[in-house]
């Protein structure tokens, strides 16, 4: 405001004040900047939330996003399924799957807390209790280690 208040006085003659007006104008376009800058690296780490946590994000992480991060996750989350139900025939392909490439197909892991009985693919199901132990496909448990249920034991 004071900004156009100067301008206007500028020009209507004095001409001290237009140095002040670009010097004012260049800061505002500096923290124009630096908020898109946040913005935009607040937009990247949403996007890695969603490659981490999968598509529900939990209670602690969505108490410290805005409404419009939470709109714009969810789109993402959207979008993001529609493309990998677009790719790989008829079932799509999970690409949030694997994020690092297995060295084998079944691993070790140690349940965290009790969740209930667990589907493999065959048909067999497994109780998935507190300090259990099972030899299971990773990638039908990857989810469930980087929600917190269960924990690779190397």
Known sequence: ????????????????????????????????????????????????????????LPNTVQFHMSADEVEWFNQYKKSLATYMRSVGGEEGLDLTQDIKPPKSLYIEVRCLRDYGEFEIDDGTTVLLKKNSQHFLPRWKCEQLIRQGVLEHIL
Not at 5 to 14: C, M, N, Q
């Open 1 to 56: 405001e004071q900004n156009q208040a100067d301008v206007s006085e500028a020009k209507a003659g004095r001409a001290d004040l237009i140095f002040l007006i670009r010097f004012r104008h260049c800061c505002l376009l500096r923290n124009q900047r630096c908020l898109l800058a946040y913005l935009y690296d607040r937009l990247l780490r949403i996007r890695a939330l969603r490659w981490e946590y999968g598509s529900v």
